[in-house]
């Protein structure tokens, strides 16, 4: 089984300056790892996903996770913020392998992103 | 192409009430997800389709609940004798199941936000 721990719920932050919305994972067996983000009154968009290759990964509007196989981690982080990138933003895991509910994702229990002038 | 589509909405319903809820996944996709999103529970896992195999049920939280998907395509989630602990927002995604890295993406519809009273 899987689990996903985003310890910060709200993360305030003025515009322009950097963030990093931080996730930790446990897991058995090898995981595919995503950013899922969901703004006001939304469903969930993918932002970006880890599954293989280079341990940095960047979304078209600026984010970057990077994955940490010894840290466990998938922290996101943006080097400056914009009014817009206020949502609530959710890690998620998913096992490499198939052991029935296919590709289902664990999710962390989310982080609210609230960008300030 | 047309996303995800959910209906209703929203759904209010008095408690002991069946519900049904359906989903219209995208066009191709022959996978399919029911997840429950909750204040308690966060985002959670419920059932699990892919073409003609059994579901994966492991994520419904009581007999109450039921799925089912015609024709490989449009999926409905029935709550019977609804409880309020069951208002939440259930999320329906997709996917293109198969080989390559496309089958780990999954798109989420809207949602329909249920309330018990």
């Known amino acids: 089984a899987q689990s996903v721990t985003q310890l910060d719920s709200q993360v305030p932050v003025f515009e322009e300056a950097p963030v990093e919305l931080r996730c930790n994972y446990s897991s058995s067996v090898s995981v595919y790892l995503f950013w899922y983000v969901q703004y006001p ?53 998913t096992a490499l392998i198939l052991t029935g509910g296919g590709n289902k994702l664990t999710f962390g229990t989310g982080t609210q992103l609230k960008v300030e002038l | 192409g047309a996303g995800v589509s959910q209906s209703p909405s929203n759904k209010v319903t008095e408690k002991g009430k069946d519900v049904e809820l359906r989903c219209d996944p995208i066009s191709g996709h022959t996978a399919l997800y029911w997840y429950r999103q909750s204040l308690g529970q966060g985002l959670e896992f419920l059932i699990y389709f892919q073409g ?27 709550i019977q004798r609804t409880q309020q602990e069951d208002s939440a927002v259930y999320l329906c995604a997709s996917s293109l199941e198969g080989s390559g890295r496309t089958r780990y993406e999954q798109y989420f519809g809207p949602g329909t936000r249920l309330t018990v009273t």
């Open chain 1, 41 to 93: 009154n939304q469903g969930l968009q993918l932002l970006l996903k880890y599954l293989s290759g280079s341990t940095l990964v960047e979304s078209i509007n600026g984010f970057e996770a990077e994955f940490n196989k010894s840290q466990t981690s998938f922290h996101l982080r943006k080097p400056s913020v914009h009014i817009s990138d206020t949502a609530e933003y959710f890690c998620a895991v």
């Open chain 2, 52 to 78: 003609n195999s059994a579901p994966d049920k492991s994520g419904l939280p009581s007999d109450r609940f039921s799925a089912e998907r015609t024709g490989g395509s449009v999926s409905t989630l029935t």
